[in-house]
């Protein structure tokens, strides 16, 4: 084989506050699997807020999760990785239809309008989605991030060794892990509840339409848990992953701590889909809700928020672009603790179906 075209097998990192996620695919026989992967946490301070605060730090326990790998070892240097949700930003837009040429100008001048940063201290990126009011007007997904933001994790990933080919906003690939395009063409709500913030993505194909996010997370309950109880927070995380969402008995005083969270997320849900269902009269609904994320394996939480919003609430499958029911395999991790993997897998998938070569 040449050496000037070679796969690169690129492989992904996910980034939170506290945690590492490593995950590289490979084929084998038209089959897909997981061939290496890693959780990794790291110290507070190190990431806060999605910003990198001690970019040297960082890559020492980069270079640690990359040791640390299993069932193997990576065998790429090249990386495909993650920008948090908060710090990206996501749109679908409409502009007049528009030649090729033209279209970067046309772009800048909606970003600099739509989104509260400017585009040339930005890497802006889009996908022409197709075409409508016959042919008059082009629909249009943007995403945009600030070069300073993107340029902090490249340096990380460069210290520790790594060779970054591409950068992702965290809703792109938690949709490229969950959603099955040949399964359903109705709009989805994706629910990614994790430690540090809950994020919303509307996706319709075959794009995301809409991400958000607010504070409510794990930790705001944990805090709330400790508060009442008098406890410490890993005793209230310890006791809420026990207990879950039971409001009888034993768990009963754990189940009010959450109660005032749990209701502002629910009333946030609940008009999200209001906005959306009023905004998109002409077009199928939201057909299911789907969660994700660490805080998603409490016991009780799907039949509690479909209780509260009237909803199907289905737990993601991460694995569904990944393993084909026909083989009938067991996945490498399992349906449960993978819900925390859903973005490095996503990050993954890319990696696999991008032909991405020296």
Not at 241 to 262: F, H, Q, R, T, V
Not at 324 to 344: A, G, H, Q, W
């Amino acid at each position: 084989m040449s050496i000037f075209h070679q796969n690169l097998h690129p492989f992904g990192i996910d980034f939170s506050d506290r945690v590492i996620k490593i995950a590289q695919l490979e084929k084998k026989n038209e089959r897909l699997i997981l061939s290496s992967y890693i959780r990794e946490d790291i110290p507070e301070g190190i990431i806060e807020d999605g910003e990198i605060k001690k970019p040297e730090e960082l890559a020492g326990f980069i270079k640690k999760a990359l040791a640390g790998c299993k069932p193997n070892p990576l065998k790429s240097k090249f990386v495909i990785y993650s920008i948090p949700e908060t710090k990206g930003f996501i749109r679908v837009i409409k502009i007049p239809y528009t030649e090729k040429e033209g279209l970067e100008n046309v772009i800048f001048t909606e970003v600099e309008q739509l989104f509260p940063i400017s585009p040339d201290e930005s890497y802006v990126d889009w996908q022409v989605l197709g075409s409508a009011d016959n042919n008059r007007t082009l629909e249009v997904l943007v995403a945009a991030v600030p070069q300073n933001v993107v340029d902090s994790y490249s340096e990380s990933l460069t210290l520790a060794g790594l060779k970054p080919v591409a950068a992702e906003i965290e809703s792109i690939a938690i949709s490229r892990s969950l959603i099955n395009e040949n399964a359903s063409q109705k709009p989805v709500l994706i629910i990614d509840m994790g430690k540090d913030r809950t994020g919303f993505i509307i996706f319709k194909s075959p794009a995301v339409q809409f991400t958000a996010s607010i504070p409510v997370c794990g930790k705001e309950t944990n805090r709330a848990i400790a508060r009442k109880m008098g406890i410490s927070e890993a005793e209230a995380e310890a006791l809420k992953n026990k207990c879950g969402l039971d409001p009888k008995e034993d768990c009963s005083e754990i189940y009010k701590a959450m109660d005032s969270s749990l209701n502002e997320m629910t009333g946030y849900i609940n008009k999200l889909l209001e906005y959306y269902h009023e905004h998109h009269k002409n077009e199928a609904d939201i057909s299911k809700v789907v969660i994700c994320g660490g805080e998603s394996k409490i016991a009780g939480v799907s039949p509690f928020l479909s209780l509260k919003i009237k909803k199907e609430i289905e737990k993601g499958n991460p694995w569904i672009n990944i393993i084909s029911t026909k083989y009938k395999e067991i996945p490498i991790i399992s349906r449960s603790d993978s819900l925390v993997f859903v973005t490095v897998l996503g990050l993954a998938l890319r990696g696999i179906e991008e032909d991405i070569s020296l």
